[in-house]
């Protein structure tokens, strides 16, 4: 069984391989995720998601908006406009400061952002490991442009090949564009946020910007909130929605993308309780993901170092996932102290203090922010499904499967209904049952067409958790089969007990 945890990674984001490129046609094939614009050419940066894709991503969601809103006495929901007045960026700091230093190549226009192009160090290192054989010079290149870099394989080869002197090869390298060997400019500031305009007039006293992070309307919104609902501190607020970022070089399908979804809390407390629950919050995100089927070993929880840190953040842990083209973050948590309510006191010079009337103090909040992306979150629970193994085809010969072993709680389909064959009254009895499962509010999927096993197969790889057979023995006792996706084991169970196995199973 080939799970993608066996392949070998290459450290952080940039590595793409052969499972990489079955995930992403999988999704294309099955409906999850489309390019976007697809029959233009695409758009460079942007996704659809197909039929069995918004399911899985409403459910992701949904569970997320269950368990810290729903369930929860202290955690409200909010949904702010995409588009807000412009000061917003400015007391956050985003217009001043929200860019990436950008570099690009004065021969073949390729752009790359300064950090991911290596440091003279890291082509030191590469080049020893390379000269004493830990490593082949494919892997080499890997290691130092993420598999993208033409003109880097040319010159280590030849380097190779006639024994170049290390730093020989170091200065032919550094500073080169590593597809062509261009020339490459000074690296220039890059801001990322999506600019527009609002109403007639294009000028700059029209600008505005699509959000490059959801965060911002609820400090905008913490007073209203707190004015509108009987709530204190410690208290959060809740919101999901797209975010925008001009990013100089999305890549690995939907991880880096220029429009994408958040799922993010704001969580403001006394600043003595501050490293209390930011401690909770970081476990409690941890555990979460792997409440939802990310194995612990693919999953990681990394403290920052105090130099990573950004200037507003007291402490920041990633949640990271090991995904197919290297270890990347799923989600940041960051104790952000005052911060952010301070700087909009500071511009809008509304007070964003909050007074305790039982202890009399007056205090601005720090704030506890756990910050997810909708959208990577889903591509690793894509990734972490993603299973090749053999099942038994009708005629019990054994046949390479793919299956989507999803958590049932986020399969797309819950439960596929088919009658063995399309004769002898079985399609109107699978048809009721089909009808009795929607009813219950369950997802199902109705397929008469074709034989038994390519059915399975379908529902297998579409990740549906359970699939339901009328056969001959249904008329005899009211009984059917019921599959298991990742077991293949068959229950033989009551027609009207098929909602409360399926319910009782998934969690
Ligand atoms: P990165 O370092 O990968 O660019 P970031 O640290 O800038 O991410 P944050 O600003 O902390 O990201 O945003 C919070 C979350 O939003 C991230 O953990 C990620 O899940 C998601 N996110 C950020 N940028 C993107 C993007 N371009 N495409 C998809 N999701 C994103």
Not at 226 to 251: C, H, M, V, W, Y
Not at 309 to 319: M, R
């Amino acid at each position: 069984m080939i799970r993608f945890g066996d392949v070998k990674n290459m450290g952080k984001e940039g590595k793409t391989d052969d499972l990489m490129e079955k995930i992403v046609a999988l999704c294309k094939r099955r409906g999850f995720i489309f390019q976007s614009s697809e029959i233009y050419g695409g758009i460079n940066g942007f996704w659809d998601y197909g039929p069995l894709g918004v399911e899985l991503k409403r459910n992701l969601k949904n569970i997320w908006w269950e368990d810290v809103v729903r369930k929860r006495d202290d955690i409200v929901g909010l949904d702010a406009a995409i588009i807000m007045n412009p000061k917003v960026w400015e007391a956050s700091g985003h217009v001043g400061g929200f860019s990436d230093p950008r570099v690009d190549c004065k021969e073949c226009n390729a752009r790359y952002r300064l950090d991911e192009l290596p440091t003279r160090v890291r082509v030191e290192a590469v080049i020893d490991e390379m000269t004493n054989g830990t490593m082949t010079v494919e892997e080499a290149v890997d290691a130092l442009t993420g598999g993208n870099g033409d003109h880097f394989l040319r010159i280590l080869k030849k380097a190779h090949k006639k024994r170049t002197n290390p730093s020989d090869v170091i200065e032919i390298l550094f500073g080169k564009c590593p597809q062509c060997g261009g020339e490459l400019t000074d690296a220039r500031q890059f801001n990322l946020m999506l600019k527009t305009f609002i109403g007639a007039m294009e000028d700059s006293s029209s600008v505005a910007y699509l959000r490059p992070e959801t965060a911002q309307g609820i400090f905008a919104n913490y007073k209203n909130v707190l004015d509108t609902s009987r709530i204190r501190p410690p208290f959060g607020i809740a919101q999901i929605g797209k975010a925008f970022r001009n990013e100089i070089n999305p890549r690995n399908f939907t991880f880096r993308s220029r429009e994408f979804e958040q799922m993010e809390i704001e969580f403001f407390c006394h600043k003595d309780d501050a490293d209390k629950w930011y401690e909770y919050w970081r476990d409690a995100r941890y555990k979460w993901y792997i409440d939802l089927g990310l194995t612990s070993s693919r999953l990681r929880l990394r403290d920052h170092e105090t130099d990573e840190l950004a200037h507003y953040a007291k402490s920041c842990a990633d949640i990271e996932y090991d995904f197919p083209f290297g270890i990347s973050e799923l989600e940041g948590v960051a104790n952000r102290t005052d911060y952010d309510l301070k700087k909009h006191q500071e511009h809008s010079g509304k007070d964003m203090q909050f007074f305790d009337d039982q202890t009399k103090e007056r205090y601005i909040p720090h704030v506890i922010e756990p910050s997810g992306g909708v959208d990577r979150a889903v591509l690793a629970f894509i990734c972490e499904a993603y299973t090749e193994d053999e099942a038994p085809d009708d005629k019990g010969k054994m046949q390479k499967r793919i299956l989507m072993k999803f958590h049932p709680r986020l399969a797309p389909i819950k439960v596929a209904v088919f009658p063995l064959v399309k004769k002898e009254g079985m399609p109107e009895v699978a048809r009721k049952i089909y009808d009795d499962v929607l009813a219950s509010g369950l997802t199902c999927f109705y397929d008469e067409k074709g034989a038994i096993g390519r059915r399975y197969r379908r529902q297998d790889e579409a990740g549906t958790p359970f699939c339901v057979t009328v056969d001959g023995q249904t008329f005899e006792d009211q009984t059917v089969t019921i599959r298991d996706r990742d077991s293949l084991k068959q229950d033989r169970i009551a027609v009207e007990k098929v909602v409360e196995y399926v319910r009782e199973r998934i969690g």
